[in-house]
């Protein structure tokens, strides 16, 4: 079998994680511990419809083909996918250990067949995890069975391995990517975050913040609220705790929402003397070169963004917020920004227009000063 586990130069991204190499480990560590696993016909099966396939669709398209050719029993199913398991990841390891994506497959398909029989589908999604994060398989278990799904996420709080702690935050958010809303109460999974935001692994508070996020969406000030309470709770290093709090609150930051720029110690409305400084004219797939200079009148912690007004379709705009730094500011000294923002012409969450595009330059969520350039048509060589 050639190993293709490894991404190729210039291959897409579903090529990478989802391959004829890939499936063909997977199929080989099912044929080694199912004698009546046909691999050859499951891998042609399996690739007959890769082509036409995204990412997401490809591990979908896996877990249907499992079904057809894994035993109809789905306790013998799953004892032998578990049979078939890798190693799990280091549990040593603190942060960027995802795992390997042609494992998802797995997870769906144990998701998928074993609503009726949680008793054996939670304790091999608890290993799945251990070897690729089953933050969404998990998710329709806990749809099927929230009162349920409280009880076994409490217990996986408090698990040894760090893999099946972030399961618990990152399966339970609320606007995971990728995935279907639960359709639960916003503060759902909020007694959970509060056994995990004390966690001593980054990998584990990154999925926390990233959680609090997701509410600040809806319900900011709960977020602060939350964010305040533990902070007197001691649980978490204060340098840790601090680094979730502006992870959580990034959103709101850039809204220039008063309780979070008071939570991360940035005063409102700041005077600041400013001037922002834009070329003319940039060409789409150009670089927009921004200059600012800020003159603070009082001494004081200053977080800089910048909001560019994208010209839409219709010929409206939309505000894209952008961060150019955190700085200590002193009282009558000048500090001078620079950023290269590049207006990629093939860019993957939204399509650049002509026309004449606004750039706000933002002080701790105020507009401190403005101008504009004309993008236009041509692409810079």
Do not use: C
């Given at each position: 079998?050639?190993?293709?586990?490894?991404?190729?130069?210039?291959?897409?991204?579903?090529?990478?994680?989802?391959?004829?190499?890939k499936?063909?480990?997977?199929?080989?560590?099912?044929?080694?511990?199912?004698?009546?696993?046909?691999?050859?016909?499951?891998?042609?099966?399996v690739?007959?419809?890769f082509?036409?396939?995204?990412?997401?669709?490809?591990?979908?398209w896996?877990?249907?083909?499992?079904?057809?050719?894994?035993?109809p029993?789905?306790?013998?199913?799953?004892?032998?996918?578990?049979?078939a398991?890798p190693?799990?990841?280091?549990?040593?390891?603190t942060?960027?250990?995802?795992?390997?994506?042609?494992?998802?497959?797995?997870?769906?398909?144990?998701?998928?067949?074993?609503?009726?029989?949680?008793?054996v589908?939670?304790?091999l999604?608890?290993?799945?995890?251990?070897?690729f994060?089953?933050?969404?398989?998990?998710?329709?278990?806990?749809?099927?069975?929230?009162?349920?799904?409280?009880?076994?996420?409490?217990?996986?709080?408090e698990?040894?391995?760090?893999?099946?702690?972030?399961?618990?935050?990152?399966?339970?958010?609320p606007?995971?990517?990728?995935?279907?809303?639960?359709?639960?109460?916003?503060?759902?999974?909020?007694?959970?975050l509060?056994?995990?935001h004390?966690?001593?692994?980054?990998?584990?508070?990154?999925s926390?913040?990233?959680?609090?996020?997701?509410?600040?969406?809806?319900?900011?000030?709960?977020?602060?609220?939350?964010?305040?309470?533990?902070?007197?709770?001691?649980?978490?290093?204060?340098g840790?705790?601090?680094w979730?709090?502006?992870?959580?609150?990034?959103?709101?930051?850039?809204?220039?929402?008063?309780?979070?720029?008071?939570?991360?110690g940035?005063?409102q409305?700041?005077?600041?003397?400013?001037?922002l400084?834009?070329?003319?004219v940039?060409?789409?797939?150009?670089?927009?070169d921004?200059?600012?200079?800020?003159?603070?009148?009082?001494?004081?912690?200053?977080?800089?963004?910048y909001a560019?007004?994208?010209?839409?379709?219709?010929?409206?705009?939309?505000?894209?917020?952008?961060k150019?730094?955190?700085t200590?500011?002193?009282?009558?000294?000048?500090?001078?920004?620079r950023?290269?923002?590049?207006l990629?012409?093939?860019?993957?969450?939204?399509?650049?227009?002509?026309?004449?595009?606004r750039?706000?330059?933002?002080?701790?969520?105020?507009?401190?000063?403005?101008?504009?350039?004309?993008l236009?048509?041509?692409v810079?060589?």
């Amino acid at each position: 079998m050639t190993d293709t586990s490894h991404p190729t130069r210039g291959s897409s991204l579903k090529d990478q994680l989802f391959n004829a190499g890939k499936v063909g480990w997977l199929a080989d560590r099912i044929a080694q511990v199912h004698r009546g696993f046909d691999r050859s016909g499951f891998e042609a099966e399996v690739m007959a419809r890769f082509p036409e396939l995204e990412l997401k669709a490809r591990a979908d398209w896996m877990a249907a083909v499992l079904a057809r050719h894994l035993p109809p029993d789905f306790a013998a199913a799953s004892a032998v996918i578990r049979a078939a398991l890798p190693e799990p990841l280091d549990p040593n390891l603190t942060d960027n250990d995802f795992g390997d994506f042609i494992i998802l497959p797995l997870g769906i398909f144990v998701a998928e067949q074993g609503l009726a029989r949680q008793d054996v589908a939670l304790p091999l999604l608890r290993e799945l995890t251990m070897r690729f994060s089953m933050e969404y398989p998990v998710r329709p278990l806990i749809v099927a069975d929230p009162d349920g799904m409280m009880r076994v996420l409490t217990q996986w709080a408090e698990d040894d391995n760090y893999h099946v702690r972030r399961l618990v935050s990152e399966g339970s958010r609320p606007l995971l990517p990728w995935a279907s809303r639960l359709g639960l109460p916003h503060d759902w999974a909020l007694p959970l975050l509060d056994r995990l935001h004390g966690d001593k692994t980054r990998y584990v508070t990154r999925s926390v913040a990233n959680h609090l996020n997701d509410i600040t969406k809806n319900h900011a000030d709960l977020v602060v609220t939350q964010l305040r309470g533990w902070q007197g709770t001691k649980r978490q290093r204060q340098g840790e705790l601090d680094w979730m709090s502006r992870h959580a609150l990034r959103t709101l930051v850039k809204k220039g929402h008063p309780g979070a720029l008071s939570h991360l110690g940035f005063a409102q409305g700041v005077a600041v003397t400013a001037e922002l400084r834009l070329p003319k004219v940039v060409q789409i797939g150009g670089t927009l070169d921004l200059v600012a200079d800020l003159t603070p009148a009082a001494d004081g912690k200053l977080v800089v963004d910048y909001a560019l007004h994208f010209i839409k379709a219709n010929g409206q705009s939309a505000a894209k917020v952008f961060k150019l730094k955190v700085t200590e500011g002193r009282a009558g000294q000048m500090v001078q920004l620079r950023k290269s923002h590049r207006l990629h012409a093939a860019a993957t969450t939204y399509r650049l227009f002509p026309g004449l595009h606004r750039v706000d330059l933002l002080v701790n969520g105020g507009v401190v000063a403005s101008d504009s350039f004309n993008l236009t048509a041509g692409v810079a060589g």
